[in-house]
């Protein structure tokens, strides 16, 4: 009992501490919760779970053990996951150009699920977690129960960065100041993928 339970503390720890680290998400969030609020930005923090919950699914059927055979199947979702995020790069700047609050897009919860599925920073940390955390083993409760604590940890994690951003929209209420952040941001966005790519 007191292993599982340090078990579960360290995967607790491990997903608020790797939610709260820079990565494609967080970077949108923050720029969503600059530009929409936290109650917006909700749908998407919604789409990362279910789309965190869809690939802790797809590695306990084995997909794990796919990339583990096939690395070119990782490599190539390294690098859609980066024109995905080219994409949303240019759509923040864009954004910057809007005149009308309204007329900024927002990625939304599907967008957000769909996008789990290429984000390289995603399949990492959930790789790393379930090797380290789950193994070999086939128990069914215990993985329910692993995921269960890595995603009620790991949504306050993201939840701070949409309140992060929208802290930030009463200091940058001049279209100008919003612009440069909006800018900044998608730069940031787009070196997130570094890592992951080169690294």
């Known amino acids: 009992m007191n292993e599982l339970f340090s078990s579960l503390v360290g995967i607790a720890i491990f ?13 949108y969030l923050l720029t969503s919760g600059m530009n929409f609020g936290v109650r917006r930005s909700l749908a998407y923090v919604n789409g990362i779970m279910v789309g965190l919950t869809l690939m802790f699914a797809a590695m306990y059927l084995g997909v794990g053990s ?26 923040i700047v864009s954004s910057s150009f ?3 609050h309204e007329q900024i897009e927002r990625a939304g919860f599907f967008r957000a699920t769909a996008f ?14 379930y090797a380290t955390f789950i193994g070999d083993s086939t128990d069914l409760t215990k993985v329910g129960l692993v995921l269960a604590v890595f995603l009620v940890a790991t949504y306050p994690g993201a939840v701070i960065w949409a309140a992060f951003g929208e802290l930030m929209a009463g200091w940058l209420s001049k279209p100008t100041y919003r612009r440069v952040f909006n800018v900044s941001a998608a730069i940031l966005l787009v070196l997130s993928m570094v890592p992951a790519l080169f690294l």
């Open 15 to 27: 997903g608020f501490v790797t939610s709260v680290t820079p990565g494609p998400n967080n970077t």
């Open 98 to 100: 809007v005149h009308k």
């Open 66 to 91: 796919l990339f583990r055979a096939f690395p070119l199947i990782q490599e190539v979702l390294k690098y859609v996951g980066f024109g995905y995020i080219l994409y949303m790069a240019y759509s």
């Open 116 to 129: 789990q599925l290429i984000n390289p920073k995603a399949w990492i940390v959930l790789i790393s977690m």
